[in-house]
């Protein structure tokens, strides 16, 4: 039996194709361990635009109100999970997975994989499929063909997450329409943050403080995204403009090899309720030097904006693109590993059907951010989304047990009378790709993964091999 972990080359055989995996902003937040030769652990690799280790994953994990970023971090880590599964099936083995299996005394450990190699069992077609996928996926930002997308391959997609425990659903009609709303309103928020302006979509996506005024000065605010104030108060204002910030960070750059590239971005949807996320802030509608990015954090988002504006040519988009929400049943970190896994098997699912996918997470991480700011209640203004007051909820639910059950009400909650009782994680666009030249290169560049053989004492950082040259003209290749 091949040793899947016998030196550097095969380590990194096995680890490159979970590199490959979509993370929020590009971020890559995973690191690998090797702890023996046939196990692995995938672990959280929290770290900010600059590459910097912040270690704030206990803090956001253990606050009883986590904001967006360990969720969001955590569905990356379980789409590299799926990615690392298949490769493992791939040399024949089995991987056998436990989640989050020491929440308490080491909660940055995401998975325990064990690789069953007693036998070897040769991959399934399928996965072949999903493997040979893993290369060719990629968010896809571009405007889709109008032919909608058959509804047998969107049963597929859904079956394929199903398999992952988590549950995709087609938004069908009004509930598309609100959620392009629900986020076209969210960008208008995000862009305006720290200004105190309104939204510029109005009646759009409404969170507290979204309209400009701190109205709930007595709101708890639990677990501020900065290191230096793990907890304080802060307006809903000021952590609406730190998410901006973050946001500028990670986009139209990629330095050491994170974030998302101008190129990636897309160009701008010539209508209102665009189907893609707006990672320009508003920039290109601001003309002249005086948009939302232009008014300036001092975080590159000027350089970015005005970049932006160049790039950033109106274009017609799918008449009626098509969303589907994908949902777990529960919403701790276990949940959000498997929303990643499911998420991944079903873009890899498409892709291998000929589909492409882009992602509106938006409304969801200012749901996220709403509730960091008052985790009671979520503290969502009523906007389509969201009809009638929540009900009261027991005031001595503190323990973070009940904190996990408020975050996922709070999150269905925005979703308004839907028919769905479990946590909406993700939203995505699924539709046939536009064939046509010249179009830019839309893929994301992957930083060198931290990889930590602890079989070795003291532990070594793994460090890729240099790929073998291929042989020179007019010299035979070698043979031994
Ligand atoms: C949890 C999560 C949330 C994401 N949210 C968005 C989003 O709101 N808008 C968007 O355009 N892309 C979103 N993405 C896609 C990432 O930006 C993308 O995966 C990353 O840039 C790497 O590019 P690739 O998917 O082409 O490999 C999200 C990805 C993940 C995993």
Known sequence: MPKPFADARSIHHVIEPALWAPSVYNSQPWSFRITADDRIELRANVSDSAGARRGRWDLLLHSPAPGPWAREYAIGCGAALMNLRLAIRMLGHDPVIALVPAPDSDPGLLASVEIVAGRTRGPKELEKELYAAIRQRHTDRRPFSDVPVHPGVLVEIERAAAREDGWLRVLHGPYARRWLKASAGADAAIAVAGRGAAPASGDGWGLAGGDGRDTAADAMVIAAADDAAA????????????????????????????????????????????????????????????????????????????????????????????????????????????????????????????????????????????????????????????????????????????????????????????????????????????????????????????????????????IRPPEPQPPEAGQPARTH
């Open 231 to 462: 907890s304080g108060r802060l307006s809903y204002d000021a952590l609406l403009h730190q998410f901006r910030d973050e946001l500028t960070q990670w986009t139209g750059h990629t330095e050491g090899g994170c974030g998302v590239p101008l190129t990636a971005s897309g160009p701008r949807p010539a209508r209102v309720n665009s189907p893609v996320r707006d990672f320009w802030l508003g920039a290109a509608d601001s003309g002249g030097g005086n948009g939302a990015a232009d008014s300036g954090t001092g975080s590159g988002a000027d350089s970015w904006s005005a970049r932006a504006r160049r790039h950033a040519e109106r274009e017609r988009f799918e008449r009626h693109p098509q969303l589907m929400m994908l949902f777990t049943d529960r919403d701790d970190p276990a949940d959000w590993l498997r929303a990643g896994q499911a998420l991944q098997r079903a873009l890899l699912t498409a892709t291998s059907l000929g589909v492409s996918a882009s992602f509106l997470t938006q409304p969801l991480e200012l749901a996220d951010l709403a509730f960091r700011y008052d985790p009671q209640y979520g503290r969502l203004h009523h906007g389509p989304l969201h009809h009638g007051p929540l009900p009261h909820r027991d005031k001595c639910q503190q323990d973070s047990r009940n904190a996990v059950d408020r975050r996922g009400y709070v999150r269905r909650r925005i979703l308004g009378s839907t028919p769905w009782l479990e946590v909406p994680q993700m939203v995505i666009r699924v539709g046939y790709p536009k064939v046509s030249a010249g179009q830019p290169d839309i893929r994301t560049p992957r930083q060198e993964p931290e990889v930590i053989d602890v079989r070795c004492v003291p532990s070594q950082r793994v």
